[in-house]
C-alpha cells in the first residue's frame, strides 16, 4: 500500500508571501502528525490530528501558522507572511491511532527567500 | 511538562563494538516512548517502541531498548556496531522528538 505522500516535494517562496504545504496520510490512520525539521536539528512538534480535529497544536510557533484536516484524511498545513525563519523541512507523519507508531511522509523542503 | 533528552549529539564507535545511546525523559504519567533512526537523505524509521508489557524492548537490526523507570532512562544498545547503522537517532516521547544522536562507526 501507499506510504505517506507529501507535496510539493520543493517550496521556494519570498518573505512575506503565504504556502501551503499538503500531506496524504496511510488509509485508515487516524491520527496526522506535522513537524519542522531544520538542518541538525530534530524534528520540532508542531501539530497533532486525531479524526478531523486539532487534539494538540501546542507546538505552533504563532497564529502565522495553521492547519487544517476536514474529512479526516488529508491535511494542509498553512504559513502566512513567510519570514526566512521558516526555511526547514516539513514532516508529515500518520498513525493508526494517536501516540503509536509514526509513519512519516518524505517532507516538503521550504526554502523562503 | 514532558521532555526527552538525549545525552549525547555524537557518538563514534568502531565496527563490531557495542553501542550505547542515552535518553532520559521527563513524564507525568506512563509514556509512550521510541526510538527512530534516520539515515542520510532518507526518511524517518522507527526502531523500537516501549508498550509497557515489557521493559527490555527489541527492534530491527539488532537493537534494544531498556525501560528503567526508576532512572526514567530509555537507552538504546547494539551489541556489535554495523557500518550500515551510521545514521542519526532520535529518542521520542509521546511526539516530542530528542535532538538527535549522529552515530559514526569507525572500520
Known amino acids: 500500500g501507499a506510504g505517506v505522500s507529501q507535496t510539493p516535494s520543493n517550496k521556494v517562496t519570498e518573505k512575506g508571501k503565504y504556502v501551503e504545504l499538503r500531506c496524504d496520510p496511510i488509509?485508515?490512520?487516524?491520527?496526522l502528525y506535522w513537524y519542522r525539521q531544520s538542518l541538525g536539528q530534530g524534528p520540532e512538534f508542531l501539530i497533532y490530528?486525531?479524526?478531523?480535529?486539532?487534539?494538540?497544536d501546542s507546538g505552533l510557533p504563532n497564529d502565522r501558522f495553521f492547519a487544517v484536516r476536514p474529512e479526516g484524511s488529508v491535511s494542509t498545513l498553512k504559513i502566512q507572511r513567510t519570514e526566512r525563519g521558516d526555511s526547514a523541512v516539513y514532516l508529515c507523519?500518520?498513525?493508526?491511532?494517536?501516540?503509536?507508531?509514526?509513519?512519516f511522509g518524505p517532507g516538503t523542503r521550504l526554502t523562503v527567500l | 511538562a514532558q521532555s526527552v533528552t538525549q545525552l549525547d549529539s555524537h557518538v563514534s564507535v568502531s565496527e563490531g563494538t557495542p553501542v550505547l545511546l542515552r535518553c532520559n525523559y521527563s513524564?507525568?504519567?506512563?509514556?509512550?516512548l521510541f526510538w527512530y533512526v534516520q539515515h542520510p537523505n532518507k526518511g524517518l524509521q522507527l526502531l523500537l517502541k516501549?508498550?509497557?508489557?515489557?521493559?527490555l524492548v527489541k527492534g530491527i537490526n539488532g537493537f534494544e531498548a531498556e525501560f528503567k523507570k526508576s532512572e526514567t532512562s530509555f537507552h538504546l544498545t547494539k551489541p556489535s556496531a554495523h557500518m550500515s547503522d551510521a545514521a542519526e537517532y532520535f529518542c521520542?516521547?509521546?511526539?516530542?522528538f530528542g535532538a538527535g544522536t549522529r552515530l559514526t562507526v569507525k572500520p
Open positions: 521520542v516521547l509521546d511526539m516530542r
Open positions: 490530528f486525531q479524526g478531523t480535529g486539532a487534539a494538540d
Open positions: 516501549y508498550t509497557s508489557a515489557a521493559t
Open positions: 507523519a500518520s498513525s493508526l491511532v494517536g501516540f503509536n507508531e509514526q509513519f
Open positions: 513524564s507525568s504519567y506512563s509514556p509512550s
Open positions: 488509509s485508515g490512520h487516524t491520527a
